[in-house]
Nanobody, 124 residues
Framework: QVQLVESGGGLVQAGGSLRLSCAAS????????MGWFRRAPGKEREFVGA???????TAYADSVKGRFTISRDTKNTVYLQMNSLKPEDTAVYYC??????????????????WGQGTQVTVSS
């Protein structure tokens, strides 16, 4: 089991930027793909982005492509850099760790550990 703790959320004006962090502990972080998801009020959980265990491969939802960047360091943290934020990006953002080692996942079912979430609010 891995423990995930997100940070970096907050209130920002439209057009601004935020960087979310997700610190992992409890297993070999470098063996697992990671992902970011979000849930807006009244909506289903939505895939945002994913990164492979090496960091060489990434994937993004069309709604954030070109604005958000996911990255990871060699220790235990994955990041989500969010630029050109829009009011529709307002949501609780969750990081997740893949269920299986050396697996690149984008669907929620491919992730076995989830953080508690961090609120991002974008004002117009």
């Amino acid at each position: 089991q891995v423990q995930l703790v997100e940070s970096g959320g907050g209130l920002v004006q439209a057009g601004g930027s935020l960087r979310l962090s997700c610190a992992a502990s409890g297993r070999t972080f470098s063996n697992y793909g990671m992902g970011w998801f979000r849930r807006a009020p009244g909506k289903e959980r939505e895939f945002v982005g994913a990164i492979s265990w090496t960091g060489a491969r990434t994937a993004y939802a069309d709604s954030v492509k070109g604005r958000f960047t996911i990255s990871r360091d060699t220790k235990n943290t994955v990041y989500l850099q969010m630029n050109s934020l829009k009011p529709e990006d307002t949501a609780v953002y969750y990081c997740a760790a893949a269920r299986v080692q050396f697996q690149f996942a984008t669907a929620p079912s491919g992730f076995g550990s989830w953080g508690q979430g961090t609120q991002v609010t974008v004002s117009s």
